[in-house]
């Protein structure tokens, strides 16, 4: 799918401005490359995204291989600050934690929390909280965060927040989920909340997001 490298700048820009007008906080936008090939990823990080979101182990592998440059012309290569963001099975997480994954922000069971930490002793987390109630979104009960954090905790790894998919439909529908998300994180004492998409991050910011997924907004619909 062709990239517009110039879109996808103004497109950053016009994120950020709308980020501004809602919140003085710093907040991390992270371009969700779904559905992309690598080309997405270069654009995003020359833009000025923060970082890459990826759904998919085997999509991140195959994009993290067509970034690698040709013999010829390597030396010290930016590395990609990876955020991985779908939701993960055990046996993946060895096959993407060779790439540095910065940020692992779906850990939603403690036993992928384990293999996390087996795999990359300290990594940073989020635990990911399903807020809707939705049987198709991954995530913990809200009332189970807390004790995932500390499982997260006990087997060593970096807990920084919490992570929510908002509801399907209209953005300020998602405003109850968010808010729910904001204040299990400030109960637990946790900084960051990773919450918003394309279509409701204007709401999430609102309600204290520090993390947003912005994938269509950036690159447009996906083929």
Same mark, same amino acid.
């Given at each position: 799918m062709t990239i517009d490298v110039a879109a996808v700048g103004r497109n950053v820009a016009d994120v950020r401005t709308a980020? @501004? @007008? $809602?919140?003085? $906080?710093?907040? &991390?936008?992270?371009?969700? &490359?779904?559905?992309f090939d690598h080309r997405a990823v270069s654009a995003a990080l020359a833009a000025g995204a923060d970082a890459v979101g990826e759904n998919y182990a085997q999509e991140m592998l195959t994009k993290a291989a067509a970034l690698e440059p040709p013999p010829a012309q390597r030396g010290t290569p930016r590395p990609v600050p990876w955020h991985f963001i779908g939701q993960l099975q055990r046996n993946k997480v060895k096959m993407i934690v060779p790439l540095g994954v910065k940020l692992w922000q779906t850990i939603d069971r403690p036993d992928l929390a384990r293999e996390v930490a087996h795999r990359q002793a300290g990594a940073h987390v989020l635990v990911q909280v399903n807020t809707t109630r939705e049987e198709q979104k991954g995530g913990c009960e809200p009332n189970e965060a807390g004790g995932l954090v500390d499982e997260c905790r006990a087997v060593g790894l970096s807990v920084t927040g919490l992570m929510t998919i908002g509801p399907a439909g209209l953005a300020e529908e998602a405003r109850p989920a968010f808010r729910l998300l904001r204040r299990l994180a400030d109960d637990l004492g946790l900084p960051d909340c990773s919450m918003g998409m394309s279509g409701d991050f204007e709401v999430a910011v609102e309600e204290g997001a520090t993390i947003v997924r912005i994938g269509s907004r950036l690159f447009g619909p996906r083929g």
């Open positions: 980020i @501004r @007008r $809602r919140t003085d $906080r710093v907040v &991390t936008l992270v371009a969700v &490359t779904k559905g």
